[in-house]
């Protein structure tokens, strides 16, 4: 019968064609015959330990019998596997690592290393109120503009903080209208390729309790501080217009319910701070792709579909191999990207999307990782520390077809632990 996977020591092979010498002499002592031939998929099931016990090696062997063990899981589904040691720079392991897989929720990960490396981790989501008329005797004498940054996180009590803000200012009256600026983004609601049934989050730059409608929380806010101001109408506040006041938030503190959460406004609101269209967001981060690919001893390009900033698109692509360039790309900039990044990342047995995951094991824990869960898809991200050697390990697992998600979520969690020991 055909099967569908790859034979698991292939990887091997894989491993040594794109991962240089190191990987090569690896292989050259493993104690096994290899069927090179694809069209030969006949699943292992006898593996001799290697005799030259070296760490490296004796991870290899200890995937390659993890991944025979899984083999009714393997033959009908899809495996992406990439790992690498980011203290030696070695590629440990790899199994369809060139492979454009849906990564789920672990685009996210993409998403908050493009975020950092861009904006910086001092970033803030600001929401302005801004005037070009002149305050006199406590009124403004025009229109008042609110311009929204998409903060996901906005409350009623943050919009009452801008206000008090503006008082203190000296205003006391508005004589003009409030204009409700939405022109931090385009005009989509809905991300590219998002499913109907999936409860989408709308993507508007006035929001406020994580809902479009911000312009009417201040109004009511405004009337609430005994501020009178006309009627709200849409509009765009001019390039001339002076800040009056503002309300801040840290681009670290929405990171964390995105991550630990896997929120997927906090997402979408992350992802629009880099451009205000999905073309000029996925040309950034094409870019920052590019430039890991590029610090990469590999030195070869990987394939990736940006379509949204949470992964609830169908139209997202990613290979392992990028996920790990990019996870190697921010632990080379610990200060802007790798230290904010591991602080957001769920912590294996301890909170977020990992809390109940990995718990007793060495990966517990020692493991920081994005989860990706949606139908028939189960992926997981990010890095952890060996205990063995104390080396810091960057890794992606993307299973792609399985029946039920625990299925991959088990597969992973029995990686993590191998790779954490």
Same mark, same amino acid.
């Given at each position: 019968?055909?099967?569908?996977?790859?034979?698991?020591?292939?990887?091997?092979?894989?491993?040594?064609?794109?991962?240089?010498?190191?990987?090569?002499?690896? &292989?050259?002592?493993?104690?096994?015959?290899?069927?090179?031939?694809?069209?030969?998929?006949?699943?292992? #099931?006898?593996?001799?330990?290697?005799?030259?016990?070296?760490?490296?090696?004796?991870?290899?062997?200890?995937?390659?019998?993890?991944?025979?063990?899984?083999?009714?899981?393997?033959?009908?589904?899809?495996?992406?596997?990439?790992?690498?040691?980011?203290?030696?720079?070695?590629?440990?392991?790899?199994?369809?690592?060139?492979?454009?897989?849906?990564?789920?929720?672990?685009?996210?990960?993409?998403?908050?290393?493009?975020?950092?490396?861009?904006?910086?981790?001092?970033?803030?989501?600001?929401?302005?109120?801004?005037?070009?008329?002149?305050?006199?005797?406590?009124?403004?004498?025009?229109?008042?503009?609110?311009?929204?940054?998409?903060?996901?996180?906005?409350?009623?009590?943050?919009?009452?903080?801008?206000?008090?803000?503006?008082?203190?200012?000296?205003?006391?009256?508005?004589?003009?209208?409030?204009?409700?600026?939405?022109?931090?983004?385009?005009?989509?609601?809905?991300?590219?390729?998002?499913?109907?049934?999936?409860?989408?989050?709308?993507?508007?730059?006035?929001?406020?309790?994580?809902?479009?409608?911000?312009?009417?929380?201040?109004?009511?806010?405004?009337?609430?501080?005994?501020?009178?101001?006309?009627?709200?109408?849409?509009?765009?506040?001019?390039? &001339?217009?002076?800040?009056?006041?503002?309300?801040?938030?840290?681009?670290?503190?929405?990171?964390?319910?995105?991550?630990?959460?896997?929120?997927?406004?906090?997402?979408?609101?992350?992802?629009?701070?880099?451009?205000?269209?999905?073309?000029?967001?996925?040309?950034?981060?094409?870019?920052?792709?590019?430039?890991?690919?590029?610090?990469?001893?590999?030195?070869?390009?990987?394939?990736?579909?940006?379509?949204?900033?949470?992964?609830?698109?169908?139209?997202?692509?990613?290979?392992?191999? #990028?996920?790990?360039?990019?996870?190697?790309?921010?632990?080379?900039?610990?200060?802007?990207?790798?230290?904010?990044?591991?602080?957001?990342?769920?912590?294996?047995?301890?909170?977020?999307?990992?809390?109940?995951?990995?718990?007793?094991?060495?990966?517990?824990?020692?493991?920081?990782?994005?989860?990706? #869960?949606?139908?028939?898809?189960?992926?997981?991200?990010?890095?952890? &520390?060996?205990?063995? &050697?104390?080396?810091?390990?960057?890794?992606?697992?993307?299973?792609?077809?399985?029946?039920?998600?625990?299925?991959?979520?088990?597969?992973?969690?029995?990686?993590?632990?191998?790779?954490?020991?």
């Amino acid at each position: 019968m055909k099967r569908n996977i790859l034979f698991p020591l292939l990887s091997i092979v894989l491993l040594a064609s794109s991962c240089g010498s190191s990987r090569k002499a690896a &292989t050259s002592a493993a104690p096994y015959e290899i069927i090179q031939d694809p069209r030969f998929q006949v699943p292992v #099931t006898n593996l001799s330990q290697p005799k030259a016990k070296t760490p490296e090696l004796l991870l290899s062997w200890r995937l390659d019998s993890l991944l025979v063990a899984e083999n009714a899981l393997l033959a009908q589904t899809q495996l992406g596997l990439h790992v690498v040691d980011l203290t030696t720079g070695k590629a440990l392991y790899a199994r369809g690592e060139r492979q454009r897989m849906r990564p789920a929720s672990t685009e996210k990960v993409v998403t908050a290393i493009a975020a950092l490396d861009v904006l910086g981790p001092g970033y803030t989501l600001t929401t302005r109120l801004l005037a070009t008329a002149p305050v006199s005797r406590g009124t403004l004498q025009g229109d008042i503009y609110l311009k929204g940054a998409m903060d996901p996180l906005l409350t009623v009590g943050d919009v009452r903080s801008l206000v008090q803000n503006l008082k203190a200012q000296g205003v006391q009256r508005i004589s003009g209208r409030l204009v409700a600026d939405a022109s931090f983004k385009d005009a989509d609601e809905y991300g590219w390729g998002w499913c109907w049934d999936d409860g989408n989050p709308v993507l508007s730059p006035l929001l406020c309790g994580g809902k479009p409608g911000l312009a009417m929380v201040v109004q009511q806010a405004l009337r609430n501080a005994g501020i009178k101001v006309g009627a709200i109408v849409p509009g765009t506040a001019p390039s &001339t217009a002076r800040e009056l006041a503002a309300f801040h938030r840290p681009l670290t503190e929405v990171l964390r319910p995105m991550m630990k959460e896997s929120d997927n406004l906090c997402a979408e609101a992350v992802f629009y701070q880099l451009g205000k269209s999905r073309k000029q967001v996925a040309a950034v981060i094409a870019d920052l792709i590019a430039r890991a690919n590029a610090a990469s001893p590999a030195g070869v390009e990987t394939a990736s579909t940006i379509a949204d900033g949470s992964g609830l698109s169908l139209y997202n692509y990613q290979t392992p191999e #990028t996920f790990t360039r990019l996870l190697a790309y921010a632990a080379a900039r610990p200060d802007n990207i790798y230290n904010p990044l591991l602080e957001a990342l769920p912590i294996a047995s301890v909170d977020g999307t990992l809390k109940n995951r990995m718990a007793g094991t060495a990966a517990g824990i020692a493991v920081r990782a994005k989860t990706g #869960t949606v139908t028939a898809i189960s992926s997981l991200v990010g890095y952890t &520390t060996q205990r063995s &050697t104390n080396h810091l390990i960057a890794f992606a697992i993307m299973n792609q077809g399985v029946p039920r998600s625990a299925q991959g979520r088990a597969f992973q969690d029995e990686v993590c632990r191998l790779l954490s020991e």
